[in-house]
Every structure is written in C-alpha cells, then in structure tokens.
C-alpha cells in the first residue's frame, strides 16, 4: 500500500528557510508527478508545486521566487524549500501524488509549520 | 490562472437532504475538474475525477456532473458522515492547478 509521510519542523523564525520532506513508501518516483500544497488555518488549499517522473519541476507563480522541490530517490522522499518565510506561509502542508491533468489522488496526512519568532 | 468559484460557501441541511454544491471555472477546462472532500484536521480525500467518475470506494450517493466551466457534486441523500468542507480543482494544462475556494456543509 502506497502512503506518503511528510516531516520536518513545526516551528519556523520568520526570514528563515522553511524545509520538508515527504517520505514515498511502497511505490517508486516512476510514471508519477508529486506536489507540495498548503492551507493556511481555516483557509482553502494552494498548489505550491511539483516534481516531474522526469525530474522536471513547476512552481505556482506566487511563490515561484522562494521555492525549490528536489528528489532524493535513493531514499524514496523528495523535499519543499520555502525561502524568506512569514506568518503568512504558516500553513499545513500537505505533499500529494498525481499523473498529468489528473487528480491528486493520494495525500499525505500533513504537517502544520508555524511562522513565528 | 484559472479562477475556481464555488457556491454556496457553506450551508445547513438535514439528514437525508439532497445537497448541490456548484462549481464555475473562469475559462473552459473540458472535464478536468475534481472533487475532494476534506474534514477537520484530515487531508482531502479524492471522491470524483474528470466532472463525474466516482472514485472507488466513494458511495453512490455522491455524482459529479458538466464540462467547459460549469460544474455540480451533488449528493442525493446527505449521510452524517457527509458533513465535511468539499473542493473542486482544476487539472487543466494550463499551470497552476488551481482549487475552488470551498463549500462547508453543516447540520441543520
């Protein structure tokens, strides 16, 4: 049974870095797109990027300056950089499983990150 | 970007209630348009793919329907555990993937 896990830090300082990863278990990166999107408390969700089964990437244009997703697939996770974060990237993060123009169809349960000093 | 607008925002309806729940794409989108339904603390969980295929497992209660930039999730007799905010998002080719901004649906 395929199941995405995302970890990292709960607590960011604003200006900081903020960076997740998504561990992939029971499937490999092959013939799968995978994204990161968030949603700030008691907001809706935002696309904040993906990675390609070729390793190519796409990010939302609102944060396309600050962000970075990368792949380690010797390790089957691939990660979310957020630069120059503030309170208003506290959000949940969610990383996700999809195919070109098809749905997200599996999810990660989330990890909340707060932008705070 | 495509701007996904959902209606009503949130509503109240009983047990055994036929709910509507409406989504209208700023440009046309085919049927690439997706429901999730998410509860509180929970990721979304996929119910219906391109406008009307019900995923499986997802009762039948729930239907999808439209193409081009109108679109309905209906579902025919509201269950407890239907209770729950549901979005739709888009899939189209055209970059971001972007999701309407939701609809509540509470108990009378």
């Known amino acids: 049974q395929v199941q995405l896990q995302e970890s990292g830090p709960g607590l960011v300082k604003p200006s900081e870095t903020l960076s997740l990863t998504c561990a992939v278990s029971?499937?490999?990166?092959?013939?799968?797109?995978w994204s990161w999107i968030r949603q700030p408390p008691g907001k809706g969700l935002e696309w904040i990027g993906y990675?390609?089964?070729?390793?190519?990437?796409n990010y939302n244009p609102t944060l396309k300056s600050r962000v970075s997703i990368s792949v380690d697939t010797s390790t089957n996770q691939f990660s979310l950089e957020l630069r120059s974060v503030t309170a208003a990237d506290t959000a949940a993060y969610f990383c996700?499983?999809?195919?070109?123009?098809?749905?997200?169809?599996?999810w990660g349960q989330g990890t909340l990150v707060t932008v705070s000093s | 970007d495509i701007q996904m607008t959902q209606s009503p925002p949130s509503l109240s309806a009983s047990v055994g209630d036929r709910v509507t729940i409406t989504c209208r794409a700023s440009?046309?989108?085919?049927?690439?348009l997706n429901w999730y339904q998410q509860k509180s603390g929970k990721a979304p969980k996929l119910l219906i793919s391109a406008a009307s295929n019900l995923q499986s497992g997802v009762p039948s209660r729930f239907s999808g329907s439209g193409s081009g930039t109108d679109f309905t999730l209906t579902i025919s007799s509201l269950q407890p555990a239907d209770f729950a905010t549901y979005y739709c998002?888009?899939?189209?080719?055209?970059?971001?993937?972007?999701f309407g901004g939701g609809t509540k649906v509470e108990i009378k």
């Open positions: 998002q888009q899939s189209y080719a055209i970059l971001p993937f972007t």
């Open positions: 996700a499983r999809h195919r070109w123009l098809q749905p997200f169809d599996l």
């Open positions: 440009q046309a989108i085919g049927v690439y």
């Open positions: 029971g499937d490999s990166f092959s013939s799968y797109y």
């Open positions: 990675l390609s089964d070729s390793g190519n990437t």
